[in-house]
Nanobody, 118 residues
């Protein structure tokens, strides 16, 4: 069973960089055919796909967030990370990491709330 766990600060100040790590167990992030994504949900709003890193290490980002988002990975630790720069209170959300196949997001982390506030 694949498990994902988000970790990182729960409070970030405006203009700073939000950094989160997703630790994966039960499966390798380099296994062919899988992508590893970050998705967020602001309070009272829907889910927003932020970006992904696939098994080969290639990345893709939401056009609306591309200028501020970096997704990277540490294959030795079986982790992938999200960095979101120049945050504002509008970036307050529950952040999820998830595994994606060709047809579904099949495993999700529990999510972590990040609040942007001074």
């Amino acid at each position: 069973q694949v498990q994902l766990q988000e970790s990182g600060p729960g409070l970030v100040k405006p203009s700073q960089t939000l950094s989160l790590t997703c630790t994966v167990s039960g499966g390798s992030i380099t296994t062919s055919g899988y992508g590893w994504t970050w998705i967020r949900q602001p309070p009272g709003k829907g889910l927003e796909w932020m970006g992904a890193i696939v098994y080969s290490g290639s990345t893709g980002y939401s056009p609306s967030l591309k200028s501020r988002t970096t997704i990277s990975r540490d294959t030795n630790k079986n982790q992938f990370t999200l960095q979101l720069s120049s945050v504002t209170p509008e970036d307050t959300a529950v952040y999820y990491c998830a595994r994606v196949t060709s047809s579904a997001y099949d495993f999700w982390g529990k999510g972590t709330l990040v609040t942007v506030s001074s």
